[in-house]
């Protein structure tokens, strides 16, 4: 009997700013991810979740660079070498088109390293993969969120369901903002 193989491998592109390096996901980061994961910082994305839900996000970003060739980026903070997030662009199977989304974790808000980050992302997404205005779906208590999608020059297109959830839609400009 012949045996079949197949190799699956993916390239995930570096992003570096002036404070954080874009990246790609790692084993190490499990614990950071499941710590968001369970959080109430995880709750206008479905959480608070299970420990078990940290591991199924990582697998799934890893995942969907492999099936789309893009997806999110961990955030590193240059000073610490500590993951302070992720953001990037995702493009899941019920999402009306690609989503420029970010998650910082507990300890690195306040400092713009979503704004940062979001902004290489998206300038990443246009200019090197080719996707054109991106949105952002982001519920609409989610007043943090929102400002900075508006502070990254996204403005409401429209307002839709998004796995039970409303959500507003976000629709990024072409170029930096």
Request: charged share 25%; net charge neutral; proline share 5%.
């Amino acid at each position: 009997m012949t045996s079949l193989t197949q190799t699956i491998s993916v390239s995930i592109p570096v992003i570096e700013t002036d404070r954080l390096i874009l990246r790609a996901p790692r084993l190490s980061d499990l614990d950071a991810i499941t710590c968001f994961a369970t959080s109430d910082r995880a709750r206008f994305v479905g959480g608070p979740g299970r420990p078990w839900d940290g591991w199924t996000s990582l697998t799934g970003l890893i995942g969907h660079w492999t099936l789309r060739g893009f997806g999110w980026w961990m955030i590193e903070d240059k000073a610490s070498g500590q993951t302070a997030g992720r953001t990037g662009i995702g493009h899941h199977i019920d999402w009306p088109e690609p989503e420029l989304g970010w998650h910082i974790y507990e300890g690195f808000e306040g400092r713009g390293i979503a704004h940062e980050a979001a902004l290489a992302a998206r300038r990443h997404a246009q200019t090197q993969m080719g996707l054109g205005p991106v949105i952002s779906l982001i519920h609409r208590d989610n007043a943090r969120s929102r400002r900075l999608a508006e502070r990254l020059g996204a403005q409401i297109e429209s307002e839709t369901v998004i796995r039970d959830m409303p959500c507003l839609v976000y629709r990024h400009p072409k170029g930096d903002a």
